[in-house]
């Protein structure tokens, strides 16, 4: 039997929030229209969670779902990694609440905040320590609810923040089906995205500068590919951080993924930060559209500016 020297995603699993709020909800209280929203941004409704439905419960949630889906119990797991940048306290984080509640007695527990590319960020972490050898399965558990820092006065950010979340569990392959990590931040620009505290936490974005510069990334995913050992038109599928769904569509068009299904959770979900891409997967795989073992390209953006993608084989 060959050496299990490979790391892949044994299940995926997401929640989302009971409460659908549509763009024309949101025009009751600022002065925006649905079709505005549509046409700048692609979204046409979002998830917002109750007070039941914490980072953590969702979080949960979405971990038992990806625990079913891999055909593992939590005793299995070795780490919990929260990704995620609105744990419900900064102190303690979200990873060892989630681990408690789902019953992952034996984890360690611990949060990656890396914004919008927290899930991308986690599963590179996670598949070096499965290929290590220092773990037998990582869960992932990337959940959010901006809405706790969303400025509901704000129509220029309150009509893309949303929550949810989507988890997957990490574990030993014989072929290696995570791909090497791209990488980077520009962190000299602080202010493009932020909860500055302080008297303001509430999220805060200058939207042109974001959409600027997450066009000009589109080099940065065909490097993706390039270290994956797969061109862009033999991707299955292409999920990038469902920011806006003009991003969504320029990266991948920019990249001539031409074969590629295209995730648009966003049109639907909103944007849910680093629970984005687990979400966008898990709808193209409950779509049909992509399979188990298709070649499919996530790349996760946001604020510090940081991002970080890879090539996976689907769940
Ligand atoms: N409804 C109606 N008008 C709006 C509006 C809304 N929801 N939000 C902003 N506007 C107005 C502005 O006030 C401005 O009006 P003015 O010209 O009278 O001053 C005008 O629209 C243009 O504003 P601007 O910010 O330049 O709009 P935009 O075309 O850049 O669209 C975003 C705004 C936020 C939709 C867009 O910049 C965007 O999607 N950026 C990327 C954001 C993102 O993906 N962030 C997450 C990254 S992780």
Known sequence: MSPLNGARMLG?????????????????????????????TGIATRRIADEEETTVAMGAAAAEKALAAAGLTADTIDLVIGATCTSPSQIPGAGPQIAHRIGAGQAGAFDING???????????????????????????????????????????????????????????????????????????????????????????????????????????RQICERAGVAPDELAGIVPHQANLRIVEALAAGIGATNAAVARDVVDSGNTSAASIPLGLARLLDTGVIRRGDPVLLFGFGAGLTYCGQVVRCP
């Open 12 to 40: 995926l699993g997401v929640y989302r929030p009971a409460r659908v709020v549509t763009n024309d909800e949101i025009a009751q209280r600022v002065d925006t229209s649905d079709e505005w929203v549509r046409s700048r």
């Open 115 to 221: 914004a919008c590319a927290g899930f991308s960020y986690a599963v590179s972490t996670a598949a070096d320590m499965v290929r290590a050898g220092s773990v037998r399965h990582v869960l992932v558990v990337a959940t959010e609810r901006l809405s706790d820092y969303t400025d509901w006065d704000d129509r220029g950010t309150c009509i893309l923040l949303a929550d949810g979340a989507g988890a997957t569990v990490i574990g030993a392959a014989e072929t290696d089906e995570i791909g090497p990590a791209v990488w980077g931040h520009d962190g000299s620009r602080p202010e493009v995205i932020r909860v500055p505290g302080y008297g303001d936490n509430m999220f805060r974005m200058e939207g042109q500068a974001v959409f600027r510069w997450a066009i000009s990334l589109v080099p940065t995913v």
